[in-house]
Nanobody
Framework: QVTLIESGGGLVQAGGSLKLSCTASGRTSRLHGLGWFRQAPGKDREFVAAAAKGEGLPSYGDSVKGRFAISKDNTSNMVYLQMNNLEPEDTAVYYC?????????????????WGPGTQVTVSS
């Protein structure tokens, strides 16, 4: 069993920045990696970013490339999402996600564990 807890959400004006954190605990050694998804009201859950296990390259959803950056701290089982130049369209609940397997699949049905989510609201 793996438990994920997010923090760092809040309200920010367009063009501003926020940094989300996620702490993983439990049986984390078998996980491939940690990542982030988001879900806006009335929309499907969308892949945002993933930090691969080991030295693999991170991956990003098209809508956040160049604005968001994911990083990880393997010693503390934490992953971070630095969000810059935020837009009102980024408003959503952001979920930390963990997967087993050899690669991180950027689709919600492949996620093995979810955090409870943290709200990010970007005002125009």
């Amino acid at each position: 069993q793996v438990t994920l807890i997010e923090s760092g959400g809040g309200l920010v004006q367009a063009g501003g920045s926020l940094k989300l954190s996620c702490t993983a605990s439990g049986r984390t050694s078998r996980l491939h990696g940690l990542g982030w998804f988001r879900q806006a009201p009335g929309k499907d859950r969308e892949f945002v970013a993933a930090a691969a296990k080991g030295e693999g390259l991170p991956s990003y959803g098209d809508s956040v490339k160049g604005r968001f950056a994911i990083s990880k701290d393997n010693t503390s089982n934490m992953v971070y999402l630095q969000m810059n130049n935020l837009e009102p369209e980024d408003t959503a609940v952001y979920y930390c996600a963990a997967q087993y397997g050899r690669v991180f699949v950027p689709r919600a049905p492949y996620v093995n564990y979810w955090g409870p989510g943290t709200q990010v609201t970007v005002s125009s």
